[in-house]
């Protein structure tokens, strides 16, 4: 089977961790600050903090913004549905706002309108979570000017976004958010196994997020109750959890972080060559916006109805070949889940539409040319009538 995704390990990877398997501290020590480091010099973001993955990471930073059963999260319909749980982790109203129809990102048009209505209605979200799907960087500035205007608090999701940009300027800045989060699930741009972060130039959102991924707890004496801590006291000065990353996979994260503009490059470059092979293929092919560098995470490509074959039908033929096609994502909202918390069909249409098109091909740094050429080829034989 051609996986839609696969990780790539090295040598040297296996050499780093290797090394902290020979050193004294497996975890909380010095690599996880060193890997947190690296990716603050990656993006420009002034303070990070690695954790367990991204999933805790969106957690972390949905209670450090302060969200609660009182309030509501918004998302795109389309992602994962961690870009949603985070805000029912917390109690929190959790609900969404349709896509774009040729970037699959949040509509900042149709997020505008939401945020009209819900100024009228005295229902307005605290806290929106932007994806950046299939690593194109969402319209942020304008997200964070709508922020700015509505006065709600903003988490960016980019788990499939490390080592993309706009504007030449690298997502993850913390510019346009007040957080932003990557993975580093093995699926995605670079691994850690398991294995996120959270990045923010605000200083005492980072603290808070420290503070929750280890417990509530300090040893800061300015943040402790009493007035004359000992050397041996710490104190629980919140409820937190137990979210740290290890320095094993820390140190994995960092040995892979010294490729990323290479592994960005060869998803750019594999991006390119099926953009080329289907040409003559009755598929829309991804739209990255000029001002946009992806990092291309995913290769969508969306079914043309004229051809007659349906999603399930192409998904079917193209596994049966022994090609892992995927669908990135079923609309958020139409999961039981959040079916039974009163969302139903017809809410997002062009979330909906997408889902009922889109087929995800394999796109990972170690796909062979004949292996794209054999995608393409079955994938032309599938839409054949
Ligand atoms: C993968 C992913 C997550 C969750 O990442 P984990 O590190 O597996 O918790 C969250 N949001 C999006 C959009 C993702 O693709």
Redesign the pocket.
Known sequence: MIPYARHAVTAEDISAVVEVLRSGLLTQGPVVPRFEGALMELTGAAHCVAVS????A?HLACVALGLGPDDSLWTSAI??V??ANCGAYCGARVDFVDIEPDTYNLSVESLRARLLDARRLDCLPKVVVT?HMAGQPVEQEAVWDLAREFGFRVIE?A??ALGAARHGEPVGSGRWSDITVF???P??IITTG???AALTNDEELAWRMRLLRSHGITRDPARMRQADPGPLDYEQVDLGWNNRMTDLQAALGLSQLKRLPGIVDRRNELAGRYNELLAAVPVRLPAVRAVNHSAFHLYIVRLNATTGRSQREVATALRNRGIGVSLHYPPVHLQPYYRDRGFAPGSFPVAEQYAGDAITLPLFPDLQEAEQRFVVDELAIALRV
């Not at 993955?53 to 805790?56: D, E, G, K, L, R």
């Open positions: 993955n991204a999933t805790s969106l992602t994962f961690a870009s994806v999701d788990s499939h993975s580093f699930h699926a995605k398991e294995g996120g």
